[in-house]
Nanobody, 129 residues
Framework: QLQFVESGGGLVQPGGSLTLSCVAS????????IGWFRQAPGKEREGVSC???????SYADSVKGRFTISRDNVQNTVYLQMHSLKPEDTAVYYC???????????????????????WGQGTQVTVSS
Protein backbone atom coordinates (compact mmCIF):
# COMPACT_ATOMS: atom_id res chain seq x y z
CA GLN A 1 0.00 0.00 0.00
CA LEU A 2 1.33 3.42 -0.96
CA GLN A 3 1.75 5.67 2.07
CA PHE A 4 2.97 9.24 2.43
CA VAL A 5 4.55 11.19 5.28
CA GLU A 6 4.62 14.95 4.89
CA SER A 7 7.03 17.27 6.69
CA GLY A 8 8.53 20.74 6.50
CA GLY A 9 5.62 22.82 7.64
CA GLY A 10 5.87 25.54 10.26
CA LEU A 11 5.32 29.17 11.10
CA VAL A 12 6.69 31.68 8.60
CA GLN A 13 6.29 35.41 8.13
CA PRO A 14 4.55 36.81 5.06
CA GLY A 15 6.98 36.91 2.17
CA GLY A 16 8.94 33.99 3.56
CA SER A 17 9.68 30.57 2.10
CA LEU A 18 9.24 26.94 3.05
CA THR A 19 9.93 23.65 1.36
CA LEU A 20 7.60 20.76 2.09
CA SER A 21 8.66 17.14 1.65
CA CYS A 22 6.50 14.08 1.13
CA VAL A 23 8.23 10.72 1.51
CA ALA A 24 6.50 7.75 -0.05
CA SER A 25 6.73 4.13 1.08
CA UNK A 26 5.26 0.90 -0.14
CA UNK A 27 5.66 1.54 -3.86
CA UNK A 28 7.91 3.46 -6.18
CA UNK A 29 6.52 6.79 -7.33
CA UNK A 30 7.73 6.23 -10.87
CA UNK A 31 4.26 5.29 -12.10
CA UNK A 32 2.18 7.73 -10.12
CA UNK A 33 0.81 11.19 -10.75
CA ILE A 34 1.34 13.09 -7.52
CA GLY A 35 -0.24 16.14 -5.99
CA TRP A 36 0.01 18.62 -3.16
CA PHE A 37 -3.26 19.75 -1.66
CA ARG A 38 -4.25 22.01 1.21
CA GLN A 39 -7.17 22.57 3.53
CA ALA A 40 -7.69 25.74 5.49
CA PRO A 41 -10.02 25.87 8.50
CA GLY A 42 -13.64 25.94 7.41
CA LYS A 43 -12.76 25.44 3.76
CA GLU A 44 -12.78 22.50 1.39
CA ARG A 45 -9.58 20.73 0.43
CA GLU A 46 -8.12 22.17 -2.77
CA GLY A 47 -5.44 21.20 -5.22
CA VAL A 48 -2.27 23.29 -5.03
CA SER A 49 -0.01 21.62 -7.57
CA CYS A 50 0.17 18.30 -9.35
CA UNK A 51 2.94 16.47 -11.17
CA UNK A 52 2.54 13.76 -13.76
CA UNK A 53 4.63 10.60 -13.97
CA UNK A 54 6.30 12.28 -16.93
CA UNK A 55 6.96 15.50 -14.99
CA UNK A 56 4.24 17.67 -16.49
CA UNK A 57 2.96 20.13 -13.91
CA SER A 58 -0.16 22.04 -13.04
CA TYR A 59 -0.67 24.80 -10.48
CA ALA A 60 -3.59 26.54 -8.90
CA ASP A 61 -3.83 30.13 -10.11
CA SER A 62 -3.32 31.36 -6.55
CA VAL A 63 0.18 29.83 -6.35
CA LYS A 64 1.50 30.16 -9.91
CA GLY A 65 4.90 31.79 -9.96
CA ARG A 66 5.38 31.25 -6.21
CA PHE A 67 5.28 27.46 -5.72
CA THR A 68 7.25 24.72 -7.48
CA ILE A 69 6.53 21.00 -7.34
CA SER A 70 9.24 18.44 -8.00
CA ARG A 71 10.08 14.83 -7.33
CA ASP A 72 13.15 12.72 -6.60
CA ASN A 73 12.39 9.19 -7.71
CA VAL A 74 15.57 7.84 -6.14
CA GLN A 75 14.53 9.20 -2.75
CA ASN A 76 10.86 8.42 -3.51
CA THR A 77 10.06 11.94 -2.35
CA VAL A 78 7.95 14.80 -3.64
CA TYR A 79 8.72 18.42 -2.79
CA LEU A 80 6.80 21.66 -2.77
CA GLN A 81 8.94 24.79 -2.72
CA MET A 82 6.90 27.76 -1.55
CA HIS A 83 8.07 31.35 -1.88
CA SER A 84 6.49 34.76 -1.26
CA LEU A 85 4.10 33.14 1.19
CA LYS A 86 0.89 34.94 2.05
CA PRO A 87 -1.44 34.61 5.05
CA GLU A 88 -4.00 32.99 2.74
CA ASP A 89 -1.55 30.13 2.17
CA THR A 90 -2.14 29.07 5.77
CA ALA A 91 -3.50 25.52 5.75
CA VAL A 92 -2.70 21.89 6.36
CA TYR A 93 -0.82 20.61 3.33
CA TYR A 94 -1.22 17.03 2.13
CA CYS A 95 0.22 14.91 -0.64
CA UNK A 96 -1.62 12.20 -2.51
CA UNK A 97 -1.22 10.18 -5.68
CA UNK A 98 -2.98 8.21 -8.38
CA UNK A 99 -1.49 5.37 -10.42
CA UNK A 100 -1.05 6.00 -14.13
CA UNK A 101 -3.18 2.95 -14.94
CA UNK A 102 -6.09 4.38 -12.95
CA UNK A 103 -6.20 7.81 -14.55
CA UNK A 104 -4.34 9.57 -17.34
CA UNK A 105 -2.61 12.89 -16.79
CA UNK A 106 -5.16 14.92 -18.80
CA UNK A 107 -7.85 13.53 -16.51
CA UNK A 108 -6.10 14.40 -13.24
CA UNK A 109 -4.13 17.47 -14.29
CA UNK A 110 -6.87 19.69 -12.86
CA UNK A 111 -5.55 18.52 -9.47
CA UNK A 112 -9.03 17.81 -8.14
CA UNK A 113 -8.65 16.15 -4.72
CA UNK A 114 -11.34 13.54 -5.41
CA UNK A 115 -9.19 12.04 -8.15
CA UNK A 116 -6.26 11.26 -5.84
CA UNK A 117 -5.76 8.82 -2.98
CA UNK A 118 -3.29 7.42 -0.45
CA TRP A 119 -3.46 10.62 1.58
CA GLY A 120 -0.81 11.47 4.13
CA GLN A 121 -1.50 13.00 7.55
CA GLY A 122 -0.55 16.48 6.45
CA THR A 123 1.79 19.21 7.67
CA GLN A 124 0.64 22.56 9.02
CA VAL A 125 1.79 25.75 7.31
CA THR A 126 1.03 29.02 9.09
CA VAL A 127 1.87 32.34 7.48
CA SER A 128 1.63 35.13 10.01
CA SER A 129 3.56 38.07 11.34
Amino acid sequence: QLQFVESGGGLVQPGGSLTLSCVASGYSLDYYHIGWFRQAPGKEREGVSCLSSGDSTSYADSVKGRFTISRDNVQNTVYLQMHSLKPEDTAVYYCAAVHVTVSSWPTVSSCAPNMYGSWGQGTQVTVSS
